[in-house]
Each structure stands twice: as C-alpha cells, then as structure tokens.
C-alpha cells in the first residue's frame, strides 16, 4: 500500500514531468514555426517585389489574390511571409504540423537538390519561378502540394515579385 506522503510525491513527479513536456512542445513550436511576426517586418519596403512578399500588396494597395492553401491562407492575410517567413526561411505551417514551407531564399531556390530529402527540384530561373507560383508547377514539371496557394496577379506585380526572390538572375 502506497503512504500518503508518498502519493503526494508520484503526484508531484507526474505533475512535474506535465509541465516539462509542455515546456519541450513549445519550445519545439518555437523553432519549427516561420517566423511572421510583424514586428520583424521591415520598415520600409525596398520594392514592389518586397512589399508583395510580406503583405500580399502592391504598392498601389491592391491586393494579390490566390486560390488554395486552406485555413492558413485566410488566417495569415494572404503573403508568402505568412507562411515562408520573415527571414524566407520557411517551416511548419499552423495548425497544421504535418505541412512544411519549403525556405524560398535565393539559396534555396538555385541551389540543386540532393535526392536524399526527397526534395529534388531543379534551379529555379525567374520565369520558372513564376510559373511556380501562379501555376503550382516546379522546373522539373512536378507539381507543388496544394497548401501552396496558386497566386493571381498582373505580370507587372508578378516579374516585380520574382526579381525580389531572385535578385541575381537578369530576367
Ligand atoms: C498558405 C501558406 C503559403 C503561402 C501563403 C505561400 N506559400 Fe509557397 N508554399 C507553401 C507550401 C506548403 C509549399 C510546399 C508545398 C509542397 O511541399 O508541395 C510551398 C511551396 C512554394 C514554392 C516551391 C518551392 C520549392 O522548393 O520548389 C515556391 C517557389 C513558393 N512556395 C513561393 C511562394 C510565394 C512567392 C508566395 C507568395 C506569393 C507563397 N509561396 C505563399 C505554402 C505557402
């Protein structure tokens, strides 16, 4: 038979270990999630590109708009920083844990892909870029998962955009 005192201590541990495992979730939840906050946000937008990037707006105040991407979509206010980030860095979508941004810095973007991530994309050129984003469909003609809004916007907004994410290469 267990002493009260002693029930007091399993109950103490048990309680314990709650509040730990709380602590490690969301410190993970912490790491994983892009970083959206607006407080990160630049002052000041450097270019249309840019601006479009973080607020799903042109410098004329119209909105870009999208078909997909589910609940998110709606909750972030429709830009690509809601979901891939301040930093461009991408990670795991709310709520849905299971759905990763992929990081869409230039880096990424141009770099090849091993095949061991099971992520191998070829580079990406502005032009296919720009179909990536308004038509779901990467270099290598793979389709991008449907959590990836298909994006709606004039080819001026768009080549601004795309020049923003691939500063380097000329069009
Ligand atoms: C609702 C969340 C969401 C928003 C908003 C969003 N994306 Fe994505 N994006 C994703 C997800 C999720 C994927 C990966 C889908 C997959 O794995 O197939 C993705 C994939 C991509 C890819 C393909 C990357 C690769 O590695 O091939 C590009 C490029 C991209 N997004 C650009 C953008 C741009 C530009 C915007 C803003 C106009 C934007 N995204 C807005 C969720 C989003």
């Not at 270019?47 to 042109?58: I, P």
Request: glycine letters at 14%.
């Amino acid at each position: 038979m267990i002493s009260e005192s002693g029930r007091k201590r399993r109950n103490l541990i048990v309680a314990g270990s709650v509040a730990l495992g709380l602590v490690a979730l969301l410190s993970l939840e912490f790491s994983l999630t892009p970083r959206t906050d607006r407080g990160d946000w630049p002052t000041q937008f450097r270019s249309n590109g840019e601006q479009l990037y973080f607020t799903g707006m042109n410098s004329n105040g119209e909105a870009i708009r999208a078909t997909g991407g589910g609940h998110m979509q709606m909750m972030g206010g429709g830009s690509c920083a809601a979901c891939h980030g301040v930093d461009r860095q991408g990670g795991r979508l709310r709520p849905t844990y299971w759905t990763v941004a992929p990081a869409i810095t230039e880096a990424a973007l141009t770099g090849e892909h091993g095949d061991s991530d099971g992520h191998d994309h070829s580079s990406y050129t502005r032009e296919s870029l720009a179909e990536a984003i308004t038509k779901g469909v990467r270099p290598d003609g793979s389709e991008i998962g449907s959590r990836m809004p298909r994006w709606l916007m004039s080819d001026e907004d768009l080549s601004d955009l795309v020049a923003f994410l691939l500063p380097d290469e000329g069009s």
